[in-house]
């Protein structure tokens, strides 16, 4: 099983980030909210990848790519941010991040990735089930968050309460998320829904996410 660990200053990000690495059978073996940690986090675990925010008060993910490409020239780490400036390009050209990933994430990429690394270390492949169950685990989750912060915490405790679902069971029950998005939200739910589907588009032709938007949007 590929390890990872995850240094970001924002909860949400975490929770939702770990989740979906989860589901796509990579076993988070840290998380931490400073760049200051990040080092220590790596010397600690020494993941198979380390997802290193760039952005953080005090102390950047830059310094910490330094330190970590000193003591350990040939670790994985991916750069995770917002945006990206010249100065910034400048430096990581320097540390030559394995990759450099923009926020909100693009599921495709992380799973190609971890695709790339599996093929590369003879890792047996996660099941594709479990693949898609993540990705519409996490699409909610980003949608909601774009409503607000407590939507996805509101949302997901409502559907475990009522039905003892978590968004990645939604993938099997679509009927069970829109019961409960129409509930809290009523007519907004369909805002909510729309994200999702455009989130989704890319993946619409496959089963059985083309039959949870089926059943989402009726």
């Known amino acids: 099983?590929?390890?990872?660990?995850?240094i970001d200053n924002d909860d949400d990000t975490i929770q939702v980030f770990a989740e979906y690495l989860e589901l796509?059978?990579?076993?988070v073996v840290s998380i931490g909210h400073s760049a200051e940690q990040a080092v220590e986090i790596y010397k600690k675990y020494r993941p198979?990848?380390?997802?290193?925010?760039?952005m953080m008060p005090e102390y950047d993910g830059i310094s910490s790519?330094?330190?970590?490409?000193?003591?350990?020239?040939?670790?994985?780490?991916?750069?995770t941010t917002t945006y990206l400036t010249a100065e910034d390009e400048k430096k990581l050209d320097k540390l030559k991040p394995n990759e450099i990933i923009f926020k909100p994430f693009?599921?495709?990429?992380?799973?190609?990735?971890?695709?790339?690394?599996?093929?590369t270390d003879h890792r047996t492949v996660s099941p594709v089930d479990n693949a898609k169950k993540a990705l519409v685990s996490f699409t909610i989750t980003q949608a909601l968050?774009?409503?607000s912060p407590s939507a996805a915490s509101e949302v997901g405790s409502r559907l475990y309460a009522k039905?003892?679902?978590?968004?990645?069971?939604c993938l099997e029950h679509p009927e069970y998320l829109k019961d409960v998005l129409q509930e809290i939200f009523g007519n907004g739910s369909?805002?909510?829904?729309?994200?999702?589907k455009e989130k989704l588009a890319a993946y619409e032709d496959q089963q059985p996410i083309s039959n949870f938007l089926v059943v989402l949007e009726r």
């Open 1 to 6: 099983m590929i390890t990872a660990a995850i």
């Open 24 to 27: 796509l059978g990579v076993k």
């Open 48 to 54: 198979d990848v380390l997802f290193l925010d760039l």
């Open 65 to 79: 790519l330094n330190e970590i490409r000193a003591m350990a020239p040939q670790a994985t780490v991916i750069i």
């Open 106 to 119: 693009d599921m495709k990429k992380l799973k190609a990735i971890f695709d790339k690394m599996i093929k």
């Open 145 to 147: 968050l774009q409503m």
């Open 163 to 169: 039905y003892r679902c978590y968004f990645s069971d």
């Open 190 to 196: 369909a805002a909510i829904i729309k994200t999702i």
